[in-house]
Nanobody
Framework: VQLQASGGGLVQAGDSLRLSCVISGRPLRGYSMGWFRQAPGKEREFVAG????????VYADSLKGRFTISRDNIKNTAYLLMNNLKPEDTAVYYCAAASRLIYSQIGVASSYDYWGQGTLVTVSS
């Protein structure tokens, strides 16, 4: 299984971006997906997750209302729509896939089996 994240770039505060994560090797429908981010000098943190069954979504409390995770099993792609971006959202964003993920572990990085290479999002003030 391989994950390819894309869609990052340089934007201004208040702009929106949609990140994409394409899975190859296995169908997306078999995996729960997560997005994490790592800002310079900081630890990797959970952003959002979506389960393979039922499509239940979970968000970091600080990002609720601005970020939306979704998936398209036909296109084998997961998305992260980010609205009203702020300079503090600047980070490398990683997508991850988990074949077995219980709800309580959606935000735990070690629960995921596969990781993409990351895409850089830079938000200028």
């Amino acid at each position: 299984v391989q994950l390819q994240a894309s869609g990052g770039g340089l934007v201004q505060a208040g702009d929106s971006l949609r990140l994409s994560c394409v899975i190859s090797g296995r169908p997306l429908r078999g995996y729960s997906m997560g997005w994490f981010r790592q800002a310079p000098g900081k630890e990797r943190e959970f952003v959002a997750g979506i389960r393979s069954t039922g499509g239940t979504t979970v968000y970091a409390d600080s990002l609720k209302g601005r970020f939306t995770i979704s998936r398209d099993n036909i296109k084998n792609t997961a998305y992260l729509l980010m609205n009203n971006l702020k300079p503090e959202d600047t980070a490398v964003y990683y997508c991850a896939a988990a074949s077995r993920l219980i709800y309580s572990q959606i935000g735990v990085a070690s629960s995921y089996d596969y990781w993409g290479q990351g895409t850089l999002v830079t938000v200028s003030s």
